[in-house]
């Protein structure tokens, strides 16, 4: 049945469905980013981005009034815990519904709202749904209000705070031309210098090319990690050591084994008839690899370059290791590694915004390239 005119066999089937499975494992975490971006930390924190649209609890803490009033053997202190300037700075549009409270920051939920908790030695409080509250001891208070934790239902609340932090951060623009200016020549220079090299690979005979090849693929197996202290010293014993010069050679080095192995890869595959009538004519080497091999292999140099810029640009490692420490040659993921996110990188609203600023210069180059990509992909199949 699966082979009858009309219908779809069951491996077609199970592609596409692998396909949408991928797809949606990618895009769900992009999502999460992307709804992150425009909440606040402490909402952030409190909830996951898949209940954004929904009131998030949030536990706050603050302290009462202390002007006292007398009833009987009684202390009273009445008020509403907004008023405090601590207890309001979590809630900047205003107090919400109270859903608990407590006396401990171990148990801030410890009691139900509206309720009256008895703290012992005589004293309750009580803290209803509005934020006041009611709190009898009967000892002065004195000047020392009674600490409160408390649990409220905050309302959905997206800003472009974290955009405008972002994107106004000091020295920003100047890390934003600091990142293009490494990204760009380190992502033509290897692949100029790798075309050369995979033709030579690919189409020339000389003595020890299985052997280059070789070496090229044992490359493509030695971690980063290991190359950064030694080339460094070698940089700085030429004199280029932290400088853009010295990290376009970085990311020359570092992208060079997987160009020359893809670009070998794709030029041994083309037509050889195409090669040797070219050399039957009379072309060159250099000719051969000007007007043939490189508009033939179009889409090898596209989806590597691709690959290059997007890992150049999102680079941290390799900035941080071979560019000064100063602000004025940060790169936009140093600067936003040090000055935004802190030491703790706890700020998930700027580094979800970060991200997303980020990205747009690389998803811009993407879809540009792309078609490019798609256009050396059908050069040559239609006569």
Known sequence: MDNIAGTKS??????????????????????????SSFRE??????????????????????????????????????????DDEEAASYFPDGG???????????????????????????????????????????????????????????????????????LTADNMDRAFINTLTVTVPATIIPILVAAFAAYALAWMDFPGRGLLIALVVGLLVVPLQLALVPMLDLHNRIGIGQSFMGIWFAHTAFGMPLAVYLLRNYMVGLPRDIIESAKVDGATDFQLFVKIILPLSLPALAAFSIFQFLWTWNDLLVA??????????????????????????????????AAFVSIAVPLIVFFSMQRFLVRGLLAGSVK
Do not use: C
Not at 11 to 22: G, N
Not at 327 to 340: F, N, Q
């Open 96 to 166: 919400s519904d109270v859903v608990a409270f407590g006396t401990r920051g171990v148990n801030p939920t410890e009691f139900e709202a509206g309720t009256t908790a008895d703290l012992g030695d005589g004293e309750t409080l009580t803290v209803n749904a509005d934020g006041t509250y009611r709190w009898e001891t009967p000892e002065d208070p004195g000047d020392r209000g009674q600490r409160v934790y408390f649990a409220a239902e905050s309302p959905p609340e997206f800003t472009l705070a974290n955009y405008r932090q972002v």
């Open 320 to 353: 941080k290791v071979f560019l000064p420490s100063d602000d004025a040659s940060k790169v936009m993921t140093v600067k936003i590694a040090d000055d935004l996110l802190g030491s703790r990188g706890g700020d998930w609203g700027i580094l979800a915004t």
């Open 41 to 82: 930390r402490d909402q952030i924190s409190a909830s996951g981005w898949w209940e954004a649209p929904f009131p998030v609890e949030l536990t706050a803490r603050g302290r009462t009034a202390s002007t006292a009033e007398q009833e009987g053997d009684l202390f009273v202190v009445t008020g509403n815990i907004y």
């Open 10 to 35: 069951s491996l077609t089937w199970a592609t596409h469905i692998s396909v949408v499975f991928l797809v949606v494992i990618w895009l769900v975490p992009t999502i999460g980013l992307f709804v």
